[in-house]
């Protein structure tokens, strides 16, 4: 059973381009958080998904971010106009139902240049 | 709100040493508590959790935490380090009386462990 798949892995960006970040769940999994770890701090929770709902962005910023899960297909957190603040881990987690374990994917590294 | 406090940023120890790493939480209701590692350029592993019952949990890798409410603590312990220890250790909280959301976890700022041969 794979685990949870996150491409790319590492993502070069200019500030003001666009950033496309994919979670692929593991298998029977239908729930889907995005966290957001900067340069040495720990991970801060961005958005919480099931399949074609947002349930709780709470951690998300007001503007640029928007994340999608739809009904097939990977889970996408999109950053528009990106700028060097940007730059961090992005971890992607899912789990079968909200009370359960989350698994976490390998990340993201974005570096916005 | 909840949050977690890691003392120590930074923690080195010999190859063989006990191995001590603390978590202090805070938190309204009482929480359920994790410890996950992470290995350079890779994502977070759960080593332990606690959610009711026994105090005294033991995870993979020889690891252990106890949940101690008097003292709103979790530190997470290892008789004898290895060299493969080396790591990054994040310890995490969750409320589990949260309705509608998930339980998102709240995760402190993380604790470098370095094992010295």
């Known amino acids: 059973n794979a685990g949870v798949m996150q491409n790319p892995r590492h993502l070069v960006r200019r500030r003001g381009q666009e950033a496309r970040l994919r979670c692929s769940p593991m298998?029977?999994?239908?729930?889907v958080y995005w966290y957001r770890q900067l340069p040495e701090e720990g991970l801060k929770f961005m958005v919480y998904?099931?399949?074609?709902?947002?349930?709780?962005e709470s951690g998300m910023p007001k503007e640029r971010f928007s994340a999608e899960f739809p009904k097939e297909g990977p889970s996408i957190l999109r950053i528009q106009q990106v700028v060097r603040g940007d730059s961090a881990a992005y971890f992607c987690?899912?789990?079968?139902?909200?009370?359960?374990?989350?698994?976490f994917g390998p990340g993201t590294r974005l570096t916005v240049t | 709100a909840q949050s977690v406090t890691q003392l120590g940023s930074h923690v080195s120890v010999s190859e063989g040493a006990l191995v001590l790493l603390r978590c202090n939480y805070s938190?309204?209701?009482?929480?359920?508590l994790f410890w996950y590692v992470q290995y350079p350029n890779q994502g977070l592993q759960l080593l332990l959790k606690?959610?009711?019952?026994?105090?005294l949990v033991k995870g993979i890798n020889g690891f252990e935490a106890e949940f101690k409410k008097s003292e709103t603590s979790f530190h997470l312990t290892k008789p004898s380090a290895h060299m493969s220890d080396a790591a990054e250790y994040f310890c995490?909280?969750?409320?589990?009386?949260?309705?509608?959301?998930?339980?998102?976890?709240?995760f402190g700022s993380g604790t470098q462990l370095t094992v010295l041969p």
């Open positions: 998904l099931q399949k074609e709902n947002i349930i709780d």
């Open positions: 995490a909280v969750s409320d589990p009386f949260s309705s509608g959301s998930a339980r998102q976890l709240t």
């Open positions: 606690y959610t009711t019952g026994a105090t």
């Open positions: 938190s309204s209701v009482p929480p359920y």
């Open positions: 987690a899912s789990s079968p139902d909200k009370a359960s374990e989350q698994y």
């Open positions: 298998k029977g999994h239908s729930h």
